[in-house]
């Protein structure tokens, strides 16, 4: 099983950014995705989830309204349009498959950094 995440970087506050995490190694169709991240110093947290068939969302109260789980089962990846970021958005970026749950060993991330 392999997770890689991408699109991370710097951006002004009020920005905006768009996180890919590529699948592999089980069988994507089937399986809830979940974006997480950890910030310095910080335990690792859910940010947010979607189904296995994609009806189904779950956010943190910190990021709804402003964070967009998506997928593409073509691709086997998951994505998270990040809008009107924020500087405590700022964290290492992570997919893994589970609805709020992590199932397999991580990635190694995407740092976004939010920062005037």
């Known amino acids: 099983v392999q997770f890689v995440e991408s699109g991370g970087g710097l951006v002004q506050p009020g920005g905006s950014l768009r996180l890919s995490c590529a699948a592999s190694?089980?069988?994507?169709?089937?399986?809830?995705m979940s974006w997480f991240r950890q910030a310095p110093g910080k335990e690792r947290e859910l940010v947010a989830a979607?189904?296995?068939?994609?009806?189904?969302?779950n956010y943190i109260d910190s990021v709804k309204g402003r964070f967009t789980i998506s997928r593409a089962y073509a691709q086997n990846t998951v994505y998270l349009q990040m809008n009107s970021l924020k500087p405590e958005d700022t964290a290492v970026y992570f997919c893994n498959a589970g609805f709020n749950a992590a199932l397999y060993t991580w990635g190694q991330g995407t740092q976004v950094t939010v920062s005037s």
């Open positions: 190694g089980f069988t994507f169709t089937r399986a809830a």
């Open positions: 979607i189904s296995s068939a994609g009806g189904i969302t």
